[in-house]
């Protein structure tokens, strides 16, 4: 296998490694060369791991390639939700107060690089922090009120190691890469209850509440209690034995702290944190899309080097879409060359890399369910009166937010649209997923694929009725019953 240790500056890396590539993140990023290598594990040192930074797509592209990136997006993600540090902290509490208990004072900085701390009496709990995190080089604060208190976990930059540690970290770093293997964290083992985790004033929900009422409704049938939770209880999660997210799914809302919980306690979960991570993110999805060769409308992946060659490439008018966009939110078409440089400049301002698509006009997109890799509905969703895509959320009139939908059977789905969803589920593994897809000029294309489907009642349920809704409460029995 390929190695390659990413960082911003290859030159001023110090320690030469055997049988690993130093390259520049920036590379990595914009040189197709690496896009097309099939088998890769990538180490990311980048300088910046926040949201949306050169870090961050480093190890979201190495995901949409194929390749195995420490850390991962989830790493990464994981590292900023306050919640769910504490709940991954508290499985390891006893560790924190024996490794502790000599410290004198109230403030104490334990500074891991690659699972190690210069202080050997560290090594444990060092170890431990970097097993849960994968994170290279990782700072966590200490308080001490009645016991030690985790105050904050951050990931740190090479150039905020201490000068008396770099010595050190060299060690670590080099013992670390001359491993075989790579240890990462493995989910408990958990057990029965259903949680519908909904938000109250979602803008734009998953389920409509008579939905909400036919899940409940069916699931009771077959023996779950079920309850419908907030986003106000996390606490309470490990209470139930499997979790059916209803809300909006973000990268940085509840959702997905929800999803990363039940997956590190082995409840039984749809959908997937994973999912969340790379449906969230278009830049993964085209990447994905292109490196399994399933047709799309022509993409570019935009950064600031190469945003003055988009329209060389892609007619105008161009479809710019947002790394995080949901529901329509953050796609904006540019019609005219201005028009194009003013949306470009300030989406870069909010993303180290965004999308362009060729406009691909249709009256509907197919929209077809596929969970755990099967379809289970169709629909067809057309577009929004008077508007270019099936949300406007600009319109005046509530009535006109939407186009129609009509739902159909499978059997009356072209065979090549269904094929294209099945593949195009595929590349995100288990779960439930919405694939659109136009099709054009005898094209099927597919436009997105969505970690957290509409089924509202009437709509995505108009043709297979309950089944669609036993689908799904199947779907979590069976992961229970794998256990």
């Given at each position: ?153 951050k990931a740190l930059s090479e150039s905020e ?65 079920v309850e419908i939770i907030s986003p106000k ?251």
């Open positions: 296998m390929n190695k390659f240790l990413v960082v911003n500056q290859p030159e001023k890396w110090p320690v030469q490694l055997e049988n690993i590539s130093i390259i520049a993140a920036q590379d990595y990023l914009t040189n197709p060369v690496y896009a097309k290598i099939k088998s890769a594990r990538i180490f990311n040192l980048s300088k910046n791991y926040s949201y949306q930074s050169k870090g961050y797509y480093v190890s979201l592209l190495a995901e949409a390639r194929g390749h195995l990136a420490i850390p991962t997006v989830k790493n990464l993600v994981d590292l900023r939700e306050p919640k769910l540090v504490k709940v991954i902290s508290e499985e390891f509490d006893d560790v924190i107060q024996k490794s502790l208990k000599s410290i004198k004072s109230t403030e104490f900085v334990l500074s891991i690089y690659f699972g190690q701390n210069v202080a050997q009496k560290y090594r444990e709990l060092s170890s431990l922090f970097f097993r849960h995190f994968q994170i290279p080089f990782l700072q966590v604060k200490f308080s001490f009120s009645n016991k030690w208190n985790i105050k904050s976990i190691i201490p000068k008396d540690h770099l010595e050190s970290m060299h060690i670590f770093a080099s013992d670390y890469f001359s491993k075989k293997r790579y240890d990462t964290v493995k989910p408990q083992a958990y057990d029965y209850d259903l949680a519908i985790l909904v938000q109250k004033d979602d803008v734009a929900p998953p389920s409509n509440p008579k939905a909400l009422k036919k899940f409940t409704e069916v699931a009771e049938k077959m023996n779950f209690y209880d996390l606490s309470r999660l490990s209470a139930f034995d499997a979790l059916f997210i209803r809300q909006s799914t973000e990268v940085h809302n509840e959702a997905y702290a929800f999803a990363r919980k039940a997956q590190q306690e082995g409840i039984a979960i749809i959908d997937y944190p994973d999912a969340i991570l790379k449906c969230c993110n278009k830049v993964f999805m085209a990447e994905a899309l292109q490196n399994a060769g399933i047709p799309t409308p022509k993409t570019m992946i935009i950064h600031k080097e190469n945003k003055d060659l988009v329209l060389g490439e892609i007619n105008l008018p161009v479809v710019l879409k947002s790394p995080d966009s949901t529901f329509s939110f953050g796609v904006k078409k540019a019609k005219t060359k201005e028009e194009y440089q003013e949306l470009v400049t300030k989406m870069l301002k909010e993303s180290e890399l965004i999308i362009a698509q060729q406009f691909t006009p249709s009256d509907y997109d197919w929209r077809i369910g596929v969970l755990d890799g099967k379809a289970f509905y169709a629909c067809r969703y057309y577009m929004a009166k008077g508007h270019w895509q099936i949300y406007n959320w600009s319109a005046k009139k509530k009535d006109d937010q939407d186009g129609n939908a009509d739902a159909m059977a499978l059997e009356e789905v072209p065979e090549k649209v269904l094929d294209l969803a099945l593949r195009s589920a595929k590349l995100m593994g288990e779960g439930l997923y919405g694939i659109d897809i136009k099709e054009i000029n005898g094209e099927a294309m597919v436009i997105e694929i969505n970690d957290n489907p509409n089924i509202d009642f009437g709509v995505e349920d108009a043709f297979y009725g309950e089944e669609v809704y036993k689908s799904i409460i199947t779907a979590l029995k069976n992961r229970l019953e794998k256990k």
